[in-house]
T-cell receptor, first 114, second 114 residues
Framework: DAGVTQSPTHLIKTRGQQVTLRCSPK?????VSWYQQALGQGPQFIFQ???????QRGNFPDRFSGHQFPNYSSELNVNALLLGDSALYLC?????????????FGSGTRLTVV | DAKTTQPTSMDCAEGRAANLPCNHS???????VYWYRQIHSQGPQYIIH???NNETNEMASLIITEDRKSSTLILPHATLRDTAVYYC???????????????FGKGTKLSVIP
């Protein structure tokens, strides 16, 4: 049973560029959330997608945007990259009919902005 | 969601029980207690959650005090692979496809020592 799959695993981008990160949720899951984890910190919530719509958003600028596709997979886009965007980006999925069960997280994409 | 307080770090001898405390003195009656852990360079892993009663699964036990103001995660026989950061999170119960975010603190760094 495949868990949450994220790609790529590592990425190096230059300041000012744009990046797209991808996530395939665990089989049977329909809700996807994205988190940013800076070095030494806990993950911070970016946004959540359900039924192809953004349902909740954390305290992140509009440079961060996302999309969910009909097959429940998701993308995170970050425009005009800043050095401070360097972090581990985590995707998490869950099954909406069981909303109080735990999320399944992927292993993340390590983004380095130089 | 109620705030949580956890010790910064703890040590545990291999084979012994690891007891990780969490204070959540402002918890409301409809808020769950969740535990996740994050092994170095991986995404967080769901461990267990509970509302009022003590819970046990194949990974751990969760003991919630009667007044619900604190809880303890118990790993009955810690192994070296249990070395990780453990996060205690309190979150309000939702229904249906309700949106919710997980608010991570800095967690407890558990080191299992041979």
């Amino acid at each position: 049973d495949a868990g949450v799959t994220q790609s790529p695993t590592h990425l190096i981008k230059t300041r000012g560029q744009q990046v797209t990160l991808r996530c395939s949720p665990k089989s049977g899951h329909d809700t996807v959330s994205w988190y940013q984890q800076a070095l030494g910190q806990g993950p911070q919530f970016i946004f959540q997608y359900y039924e192809e719509e953004e349902r909740q958003r954390g305290n992140f600028p509009d440079r961060f945007s996302g999309h969910q596709f009909p097959n429940y997979s998701s993308e995170l886009n970050v425009n005009a990259l800043l050095l401070g965007d360097s972090a581990l980006y985590l995707c998490a999925s869950r099954f909406s009919p069981a909303p109080n069960y735990g999320y399944t997280f992927g292993s993340g994409t390590r983004l380095t902005v130089v | 969601d109620a705030k949580t307080t956890q010790p910064t770090s703890m040590d545990c001898a291999e084979g012994r029980a690891a007891n990780l405390p969490c204070n959540h003195s402002t918890i409301s009656g409809n808020e769950y207690v969740y535990w996740y852990r994050q092994i170095h360079s991986q995404g967080p892993q769901y461990i267990i959650h509970g509302l009022k009663n003590n819970e046990t699964n194949e990974m751990a036990s969760l003991i919630i005090t009667e007044d619900r103001k604190s809880s303890t995660l118990i790993l009955p026989h810690a192994t070296l692979r249990d070395t990780a950061v453990y996060y205690c999170i309190v979150r309000v119960a939702v229904s249906g496809a309700g949106s919710y975010q997980l608010t991570f603190g800095k967690g407890t760094k558990l080191s299992v020592i041979p």
